[in-house]
C-alpha cells in the first residue's frame, strides 16, 4: 500500500442507487429499500433544486410557513419532527435569505411569528414550479392506484397507524 494513497469510496466516487455488490439479507429488509429510495430522491431534488440553493428542509419550512402564516419555530419543529437547534438554524438561513421574517405575536409577545417576505414567496414560486417536475420524475414510475397504495403505506409506516 506504500505510495498509494488510501480511497474513501464515498468521498471518490458517487454512490449508485444501484448497488454494485450483492446486498445479501439487506435485499429483505425494508429500511434498505426505503433508504435507496431516499438516496434517489434526494440526488435528484438536489440537482433539481441546485441554482435555487434550496434544501429539502428549507423548501418543506417555506411550505410550511406559506401554508400556516404565524407559526413558530416550535410549531414548525414539532411538523417535521426535528430539534429546535436545528430549526433555529434553518430559520435563521432563510432569514439572512430575507425568504422569511419573524415578528412578535400580539397575542403573546415571547412568541415569534414566522411569515414569508416578498422575496420568500417569489422563491417558493420558482422552488414549486421545479419541485413539480421533480415530484412528476418519480411520480410517472407508478399508476395512479399505485401512487396511492404507496403513500397510504408510507404514511402508516410515519403515523404509525
Known amino acids: 500500500m506504500a505510495g498509494k494513497p488510501?480511497?474513501?469510496?464515498?468521498?471518490?466516487?458517487?454512490?449508485s442507487a444501484t448497488p454494485r455488490l450483492h446486498v445479501g439479507r439487506l435485499g429483505d429488509l425494508l429500511g434498505f429499500h426505503l433508504r435507496m429510495a431516499?438516496?434517489?430522491?434526494?440526488?435528484?431534488?438536489?440537482?433539481?433544486?441546485?441554482?435555487?440553493a434550496l434544501t429539502q428542509k428549507q423548501l418543506a419550512v417555506m411550505e410550511l410557513i406559506s401554508a400556516n402564516p404565524g407559526a413558530s419555530q416550535i410549531?414548525?419543529?414539532?411538523?417535521?419532527?426535528?430539534?429546535?437547534?436545528?430549526?433555529?438554524?434553518?430559520?435563521?438561513?432563510?432569514?439572512?435569505?430575507?425568504f422569511i421574517e419573524r415578528r412578535p405575536s400580539a397575542a403573546d409577545r415571547?412568541?415569534?411569528?414566522?411569515?414569508?417576505?416578498?422575496?420568500g414567496d417569489a422563491m417558493l414560486v420558482q422552488a414549486r414550479e421545479r419541485i413539480d417536475r421533480h415530484e412528476q420524475h418519480?411520480?410517472?414510475?407508478?399508476?395512479?392506484?399505485?401512487?396511492?397504495?404507496?403513500?397510504t403505506a408510507l404514511k402508516r409506516i410515519y403515523r404509525g397507524n
Open 138 to 151: 418519480f411520480i410517472d414510475l407508478f399508476s395512479a392506484d399505485e401512487m396511492d397504495a404507496l403513500l
Open 75 to 98: 410549531d414548525l419543529a414539532n411538523t417535521l419532527g426535528t430539534d429546535r437547534a436545528t430549526m433555529m438554524a434553518l430559520v435563521n438561513r432563510l432569514s439572512a435569505r430575507d
Open 6 to 15: 488510501p480511497q474513501d469510496d464515498f468521498e471518490t466516487e458517487e454512490v
Open 38 to 52: 431516499h438516496v434517489a430522491i434526494y440526488r435528484d431534488f438536489a440537482e433539481t433544486m441546485e441554482e435555487l
Open 110 to 119: 415571547r412568541r415569534q411569528e414566522l411569515h414569508l417576505t416578498p422575496a
